[in-house]
């Protein structure tokens, strides 16, 4: 199975500045199979980017996806208020599919 | 809308079984798989596996085969995750999610979620 192992755990940012999140694989994802979803407490997951780079439906284009083969990375532009959550990224290209443990956005 | 409707909160004891229903509306259900995920309290996602809606044809994580049955009912728009032999260890939240192909493709509508308590 391919492990995904994000950083850092916990980013504290201001609204405004950028965040890069990082979403490392133990071997190459297939095809770039690669999503990011994020998560409120209390919600289900959201889906963000996938397919590495492509944003999904209404997600804005402060959001981007990049990376290839074992190293991904998800950056938010300028952090809205709303933006603060967990992250994950998650491999879909090989079965068994899996999540990363998760970033913390958090409020500074 | 499309969406996602899961069952409410439930609370089982060790060694029994719980079944999760996810009903779906909006769009055409046999068109797309459903996929389980769960949660542990203040932990990561993990992922359990996919039903194929039209066929029902199933794929199972390793982990949980043997213990979790992934079901579906066409006329009801409605897929079902069944997992026995409950531990404390289960206890956790369920949800289930939506791809247009069964794998190679992430899944862009959840459920609320479901939250299973297993305490004697």
């Known amino acids: 199975e391919i492990v995904l192992t994000q950083s850092p755990g916990t980013l504290s940012l201001s609204p405004g500045e950028g965040a890069t999140l990082s979403c490392r694989a133990s071997?190459?994802?297939?095809?770039?199979?690669l999503a990011w979803y994020q998560q409120k407490p209390g919600q289900a997951p959201r889906l963000l980017i996938y397919g590495a780079s492509s944003r999904a439906t209404g997600i804005p284009d402060r959001f981007s996806g990049s990376g290839s083969g074992t190293d991904f990375i998800l950056t938010i532009s300028r952090l809205e208020p709303e933006d603060f959550a967990v992250y994950y990224c998650?491999?879909?290209?090989?079965?068994?599919?899996?999540f990363g443990q998760g970033t913390k956005v958090e409020i500074k | 809308q499309v969406q996602l409707v899961q069952s409410g909160a439930e609370v089982k004891k060790p060694g029994a079984s719980v079944k999760v229903s996810c009903k779906a509306s909006?769009?055409?259900?046999?068109?797309?798989?459903v996929h389980w995920v769960r949660q542990a309290p203040g932990q990561g996602l993990e992922w359990l596996g996919w039903?194929?809606?039209?066929?029902?044809?199933?794929k199972l994580s390793q982990k949980f085969q043997g213990r979790v049955a992934l079901t579906r009912d066409t006329s009801a728009t409605t897929a079902y995750m069944e997992l026995s032999s409950l531990t404390s260890e289960d206890t956790a939240v369920y949800y289930c999610a939506r791809t247009y192909t069964e794998e190679f493709d992430a899944s862009d509508i959840w459920g609320q979620g479901t939250m299973v308590t297993v305490s004697s």
């Open positions: 071997q190459s994802v297939s095809s770039n199979y």
């Open positions: 039903i194929n809606a039209a066929y029902g044809n199933t």
């Open positions: 998650q491999q879909y290209g090989s079965s068994p599919q899996m």
């Open positions: 909006g769009y055409t259900f046999a068109s797309y798989a």
